[in-house]
């Protein structure tokens, strides 16, 4: 930007909206970040950041941090369900040497400290309890009636974004998954599941599962195909022997994670996806970023990954645009595309994976997140 940097107002703090904050802080646009929980953090879940989201740390100064408090595989498996065969293996251990980048595990809280610490120290303004229900023009309006207003307004607030509300009136969809996630305790009979993590297969389920915390803690997430959602909320407690029942008949180390599992607090909740948007500018100077402009289904693990990604070349559009709708229109250039491209992947992934022969998986050519070159990505570089 060669002009006088306008200033950037970000509605929501999750892993994208504080990588976007320390990005612009960084490179010297005055921004403010809103967010709507009382104070600033994130659930106690984990988290898969593939090289190219690594990358992104790595734009930040974050990268070898965020690997020092995550855990750095050094191989992953798919397993069969009913018997726990290994079907198909990858190697994780030369991620560094074949990307540049490493292949992390971390805790979401873990991860959301070390971006808010970024973006703090960038010198990013970040407001909590600041819940953003509407806005106009490049103006938030907030839950209370307040405004707050600057030269851009970037919706980084997710599936259930207020600033997406300007360019389609659709809620967010279901798409046929429910999930359980649990995170439990590592003991004796977990640890060979956290020292190979991975995912086991069966015809409408599939389970992942992965340490974190120093492989003190398994991340467990159990998927299960369903015609409709049932609750009355996304996400509601699951009822006990509730995953028992869904994997009944499927193998030890699937009930030994369903055991640990229902030892501690568990929830069940609706996976939603949004469609892909034409385009994610609307009035030249408010776009969108992360779930906000493409929530996913997590069946390629790139959620986080792809927002990551929008905050980089977000920040490095800007700072090379000549005029605030210059950069923005170059960062949806940039984006628009790959985001679209894995938002539907994901969900044929889940097809892939969850399909009704099982033993059949691995056999022909697969097209995961690594075979589809995802990870070659690097948003540090890709043009603008």
Known sequence: ????????????????????????????????????????????????????????????????????????????????????????????????????????????????????????????KLKAGAPVVASEGTTAILADGSRITADVLIGADGLKSAIRQRFETQPAHFTGHVAWRAVVPMTERLAPLGEWPGIHVGPGRMITRYPVRHSRLLNLVFFARSDAWPGEGWMIPAEPGELAATYAGWADDVQAMIAAAEGEPHFRWAINARTPLPNWIVDGRVALLGDAAHAMTPFLGQGAASAIEDAVILARAMAAADTPEAGLQRYVAARHARASFIQAESNANADRMQGADTDMFGLSKLRNEEALGLFDYDCRTVEI
């Open 1 to 124: 930007m060669h002009s006088s940097k306008p200033s950037i107002l970000i509605a929501g703090g999750g892993i994208g909206g504080m990588t976007a904050a320390a990005a612009l802080a960084q490179a010297g646009f005055t921004v403010e970040l809103l967010e709507a929980a009382s104070a600033f953090g994130e659930i106690g879940a984990g988290v898969t950041l593939s090289p190219n989201a690594m990358r992104g740390m790595d734009f930040i100064g974050c990268q070898e941090t965020v690997a020092a408090a995550g855990i750095e595989p050094q191989r992953q498996r798919i397993q069969h369900w009913h018997d726990d065969r290994t079907l198909f293996s990858m190697e994780r251990g030369d991620s560094r040497t074949k990307y540049g980048a490493p292949y992390v595990y971390i805790h979401r809280a873990d991860l959301h400290q070390i971006l808010l610490t970024a973006a703090r120290e960038a010198g990013a």
